[in-house]
C-alpha cells in the first residue's frame, strides 16, 4: 500500500510543459508584489506600486456611513414626510429621486432592481442628500418641493430620474 502512494504521488508530480510555464509566471508575479505593468502616454513601460496609488484615495468609513444613512438621513425623511398608508406612493416618489442622488445615477430597472445600494452610498453623496433635506425641512417645505430639490440636484450632475 506504501509503494502505492508514493506511484500515485509520483503522477501527481510530473508537470507537463504548460503546467511547469504556468508555475514560470505565477513565481514571477511573486516578485512583483504591489506592482503593475503599465504604458503610460509616451507608450513607455512603466511599473505603479498600486498599494501606494491606494493610499492617496478617500476611503469611506463604514461607521459614519450607517450613521448618516440611518440616524441622519432616513430618520429626517422619516420624520417629515406624511406618514399612513395614503402617503405611501408619495414617500415612494421621493426616495427614489433620493435614491438616485445617492447612488450616482442608479436608477431601478423594469424588474424594479437598482443594482446599487444607497447605505453603500459615498459619504459625501449621503452628506448633500442630508443638506437638501436639511434645507427642506428648514422652509417648512412641501414633499413636492423636496422632490424637486431632489430632482434639480440630480440634474445638475446628469444623473436623470426615475421613469
Known sequence: MAKENKNT??????????DIERLELLQKADEVKGEQLSINLDSELTVE?????LLGQTIDDPVEKFQLYYHGLSKLLKD?????KEN??????VYDEKNILINRGAKKDERGI???????AYIEDLESAIEIVADWISKKGSPSELFMA???????LGYGHQD
Open 80 to 84: 417629515n414626510l406624511p406618514k399612513g
Open 88 to 93: 405611501e406612493q408619495v414617500r415612494r416618489i
Open 9 to 18: 504521488d509520483k503522477k501527481k508530480r510530473e508537470l507537463s510543459k504548460e
Open 114 to 120: 437598482r443594482g446599487s445600494d444607497g447605505r453603500m
Open 49 to 53: 506600486n498600486q498599494a501606494v496609488k
Open 150 to 156: 431632489f430632482w434639480d440636484k440630480n440634474e445638475e
